[in-house]
T-cell receptor
Framework: DQQVKQNSPSLSVQEGRISILNCDYTNSMFDYFLWYKKYPAEGPTFLISISSIKDKNEDGRFTVFLNKSAKHLSLHIVSSQPGDSAVYFCAASADYNQGGKLIFGQGTELSVKP | NAGVMQNPRHLVRRRGQEARLRCSPMKGHSHVYWYRQLPEEGLKFMVYLQKENIIDESGMPKERFSAEFPKEGPSILRIQQVVRGDSAAYFC????????????FGQGTRLTVV
């Protein structure tokens, strides 16, 4: 039962353009969502998060949008750079303030071409 | 301030042997999470521990797997009588508080069972 889904295994974007990564979820009890970035042979690195009471959170070039009615969130990366090339995971938690576990999607591999 | 340290980075075991994976959380962190990533999949939660306590082990296989986080020393994930299907990357994450906004991940241990 895949509660968090990233339906695009890969995405290719030209340098300088916007990258949009999508994530869908099925569990309406999720109250916190996070995006992680992962390079090969390294652990995931936290990027940005959003609480279910918000619909947008922005941090520099990264913006996360949450559409609760559609159970969908997206990560927008403006001015994409080759260094942004990595696997991006979205994750969700149903009880985050109590230390709830994270449920991860399968990941989307972003490739930013010069 | 060193990050989350996992060792070994690579571990090869023959079927039937035991695997011990270690995780030293960031300094001052008392919450540890273990995740497993199978090939071509996202990270799957295994267990959440506080010092000397298992808080949530809902993702741990019922047999052969155990985890501990003693008062002194690293957290240990132990896999007895390993099988080929245990081959995966195992990641540890730590946080300062329960339900902290983000958890910091280690670089992972890649277990190969031959």
């Amino acid at each position: 039962d895949q509660q968090v889904k990233q339906n695009s295994p890969s995405l290719s974007v030209q340098e300088g353009r916007i990258s949009i990564l999508n994530c869908d979820y099925t569990n309406s009890m999720f109250d916190y969502f996070l995006w992680y970035k992962k390079y090969p042979a390294e652990g995931p690195t936290f990027l940005i998060s959003i609480s279910s009471i918000k619909d947008k959170n922005e941090d520099g070039r990264f913006t996360v949008f949450l559409n609760k009615s559609a159970k969908h969130l997206s990560l927008h990366i403006v001015s994409s750079q080759p260094g942004d090339s990595a696997v991006y995971f979205c994750a969700a938690s149903a009880d985050y303030n109590q230390g709830g576990k994270l449920i991860f999607g399968q990941g989307t591999e972003l490739s930013v071409k010069p | 301030n060193a990050g989350v340290m996992q060792n070994p980075r690579h571990l090869v075991r023959r079927r039937g042997q035991e695997a011990r994976l270690r995780c030293s959380p960031m300094k001052g962190h008392s919450h540890v999470y273990w995740y497993r990533q199978l090939p071509e999949e996202g990270l799957k939660f295994m267990v959440y521990l506080q010092k000397e306590n298992i808080i949530d082990e809902s993702g741990m296989p019922k047999e052969r797997f155990s985890a501990e986080f003693p008062k002194e020393g690293p957290s240990i994930l132990r896999i007895q009588q390993v099988v080929r299907g245990d081959s995966a990357a195992y990641f540890c994450a730590s946080s300062l508080y329960r339900g902290e906004t983000e958890a910091f991940f280690g670089q992972g241990t890649r277990l190969t069972v031959v």
